[in-house]
């Protein structure tokens, strides 16, 4: 099954917004990246990212960014929208440039195997 852009993006919103929201109900914390655990989180994102990018049909990045900036109305949600939102947009743009090269990693590796 290959997704196109726009059911790509929409799956990685959703999944993003249940990691980030659970991880956010597990820890208690208002924001994932305030927590000791975000790493483990993050990783999870990044795996996630790596398998949409295995089901997309074209422009994998897409679902690695959308994971990544589901993060976004998880916090507002939980924290907020305060002063700092530019600057977590900003943070959220550098965090989602792994998920999007393992997004791309995902969609050649998939090519190679031949799915």
Known sequence: MK???VPLAAAGGAVGIVLW???NLLTGAREPWDHSLFGVAYALSLACAA???GLASSSPW???VAVT????PV???FSGSGSLIVLGIFLLGILSLPAAAL??????LARWLGR
């Open 103 to 108: 997004a791309w990693a995902g969609w050649y």
């Open 75 to 77: 916090m507002m949600l």
């Open 69 to 72: 900036f589901a993060m976004l």
């Open 62 to 64: 897409v679902g690695g």
């Open 51 to 53: 398998i949409l990018g």
């Open 21 to 23: 929201a659970g991880f």
């Open 3 to 5: 997704l196109g852009n």
